[in-house]
Nanobody, 117 residues
Framework: VQLQESGPGLVKPSQTLSLICTVS??????????WSWIRQPLGKGLEWMGA???????FYSPSLKSRTSISWDLAKNQFTLQLNSVTPEDTAVYYC??????????WGQGTQVTVSS
């Protein structure tokens, strides 16, 4: 299983950040557990942002719920993150992750996103 994040490295304040996680080695509709987005600002810990389950149900961090949307593109075996109204505090390395039902986690390598004008 491999995951790869992609998206713009620089986003202007107030704009929408859109990231894609391309999955290989497993179908995103496989009876697994969840497909998640996690971020880590420089010098800080990991922050779970939200996830989409294999039935399509979504879960979001309460602190980000009003600005976050996670969805998938079944035809491309991808899932996406949209974060609205970004500020410089959203600057971070963004990771996608797959958790299967046997307790294994598979991470993408991460992608740096900077919010700046």
């Amino acid at each position: 299983v491999q995951l790869q994040e992609s998206g713009p490295g620089l986003v202007k304040p107030s704009q929408t950040l859109s990231l894609i996680c391309t999955v290989s080695g497993v179908s995103i509709t496989t009876n697994g557990y969840a497909w998640s987005w996690i971020r880590q600002p420089l010098g800080k810990g990991l922050e779970w942002m939200g996830a989409i389950g294999t039935t399509g149900i979504t879960f979001y961090s309460p602190s980000l719920k009003s600005r976050t949307s996670i969805s998938w593109d079944l035809a491309k075996n991808q899932f996406t993150l949209q974060l609205n109204s970004v500020t410089p505090e959203d600057t971070a390395v963004y990771y996608c992750k797959y958790s299967d039902r046997t307790g294994n986690d598979y991470w993408g390598q991460g992608t740096q996103v900077t919010v700046s004008s």
